[in-house]
């Protein structure tokens, strides 16, 4: 995993940012700063005087290149352009580009971006009554992103990392190795071992098919749905590329124990009202669950910074190794 620390401290940051932003943008004079989060990147929201909100990101050092961040800007634009899903429109700077650049006072060359900011409350916020209810739409939401992927593959391939291969498994892998993960007992570690041969073997027999792989979101969990009134809206692509399209399935019920099957079924309804799975990939929906909330384990292990990391239940790890045994 590379390092990707951020060498200014965040108050530096937003010192440097308050200056700089009216030189970047065009309301950069007239928006308040207010730290949301920090997660792979700062995430801030700017009040501007009107009354309008934006989101700005301060994206993380050396997490993803620049062509990385502008073909991520780029699939959210196509998106939105060609699609009814609804997710934030991407801001320019005063020069036309979608990525901004500046350097921090460690000297540290930094990237940002602005999109417009999605009024609601987060799906993870919901009853599970709500919960239930809405599952369903997230599914049929899904199976259209994945259309448009399929749809996009003669245009090219987009400068995206592959959530496969070394990626997913290895220890130089972009967010690391479950291996990491703090206070892993020795049978924790052999039902993890046991479960990841499992699940390499299975991938590799399943193919990398344009019917099982392709763009996806690759972080489309409860927390980057945003609900209102009319509907649920996506928000953080931060993470797109190329992967197994079942994978997003376990990106969006990783954090479920109780009521996954019924969860898992609704969201099954909804996907397959656009697109369909077959009886393999319907058998496989546990793998991709189990595959997920292993690459939690790696995330937390490796973002111990992160204010997501505080959030995340003690019981997390145990339900885990409980479902890889089941896998098993």
């Known amino acids: 995993m590379p390092d990707n620390r951020f060498l200014d401290s965040e108050e530096s940051l937003r010192t440097r940012l308050t200056r700089i932003l009216p030189g970047l943008y065009s309301f950069g004079g007239e928006a308040g700063l207010r730290r949301l989060k920090l997660s792979e990147n700062y995430i801030y929201r700017l009040d501007l005087r009107e009354g309008q909100s934006l989101i700005l990101r301060v994206h993380r050092p050396r997490y993803h290149t620049d062509g990385e961040l502008q073909a991520e800007l780029q699939w959210m634009a196509e998106l939105k352009e060609e699609t009814d899903l609804r997710l934030p429109e991407v801001i320019p700077g005063r020069n036309g580009e979608l990525l901004q650049h500046f350097t921090g006072e460690s000297g540290e060359e930094y990237r940002c971006s602005v999109v417009s900011f999605l009024e609601g409350t987060t799906f993870g916020n919901l009853s599970r009554e709500d919960m239930l209810r809405e599952i369903r739409d997230i599914g049929g939401i899904t199976a259209r992103l994945h259309l448009q992927a399929e749809r996009r593959e003669y245009r090219g391939r987009l400068d995206r990392p592959a959530w496969d291969g070394e990626n997913l498994f290895e220890r130089n892998g972009i967010w690391g190795n479950w291996r990491d993960y703090p206070d892993l007992t020795e049978k924790d570690r052999r039902i993890l071992e046991a479960a990841e041969g499992r699940i390499r073997n299975w991938l590799d027999q399943y193919g990398r098919t344009p019917e099982h792989y392709g763009m996806i979101h690759g972080d489309l969990h409860f927390y ?32 479920c124990s109780e009521d996954l099957e019924e969860l898992s079924q609704a969201w099954v309804s909804g996907y397959m009202e656009y697109r369909q799975l077959s009886r393999e990939e319907l058998r496989a929906l546990p793998v991709f669950i189990l595959l997920r909330r292993m690459m939690r384990l790696a995330w937390i292990g490796s973002h111990q910074e992160s204010d997501t990391v505080r959030t995340v239940p003690a019981e997390y790890k145990s339900i885990t190794v409980r479902m890889a045994e089941e896998v098993l």
Do not use: K, P, V, W
Request: hydrophobic letters at 30%; charged letters at 20%; a negative charge.
């Open 224 to 255: 980057n749905i945003i609900h209102d009134e009319t509907g649920n809206q996506l928000i953080d692509f931060d993470d797109c590329g190329y992967g197994f399209y079942l994978y997003d399935l376990g990106c969006t019920l990783c954090t």
